[in-house]
């Protein structure tokens, strides 16, 4: 990994993602936040519906993570759902606390991004 990616990977907070369709096999790619906990990356999404890029990554958990905000590069990586309660607790403990202002709306409280919201760690190839 270049030291861009690297300073990006610490820096930045808006990517795409491309996953391949469950059902379609054809590639998907969609912009969204990720976080960093812990040395530790993750993407989750707002609880409430379901989400095709997270059941995309459960049937295929490899996919490209797109740099594009300080820098621009396509990173080949991993998913692992993080379904282990204990596990969820700890990560929204730490990747919640930024998003205060918009987990106080009524139906975003933490215990229910716990309960309800997709959650995978992303590594790198």
């Known amino acids: 990994?270049?030291?861009e990616n690297s300073v990006?990977?610490?820096t930045d907070q808006i990517i795409d993602i491309t996953t391949t369709g469950r059902q379609s096999g054809e590639q998907r790619r969609i912009e969204i936040w990720y976080h960093r906990f812990d040395g530790r990356y993750f993407i989750?999404?707002?609880?409430?519906?379901?989400r095709s890029w997270y059941a995309n990554l459960v049937a295929d958990p490899e996919f490209t993570f797109h740099l594009k905000q300080s820098t621009t590069a396509d990173l080949a990586a991993t998913a692992r759902p993080v379904t282990e309660p204990a596990e969820r607790e700890e990560v929204f403990?730490?990747?919640l606390p930024p998003l205060a202002d918009f987990i106080?709306?009524?139906g975003q409280e933490p215990e229910v991004?716990?309960?309800g919201s997709p959650l995978v760690e992303v590594t790198f190839a």
């Open 8 to 10: 990006a990977l610490a």
């Open 93 to 95: 403990a730490g990747i």
């Open 113 to 115: 991004w716990i309960a």
């Open 44 to 50: 989750t999404g707002a609880p409430g519906r379901p």
């Open 1 to 3: 990994m270049t030291d």
């Open 104 to 106: 106080r709306t009524p």
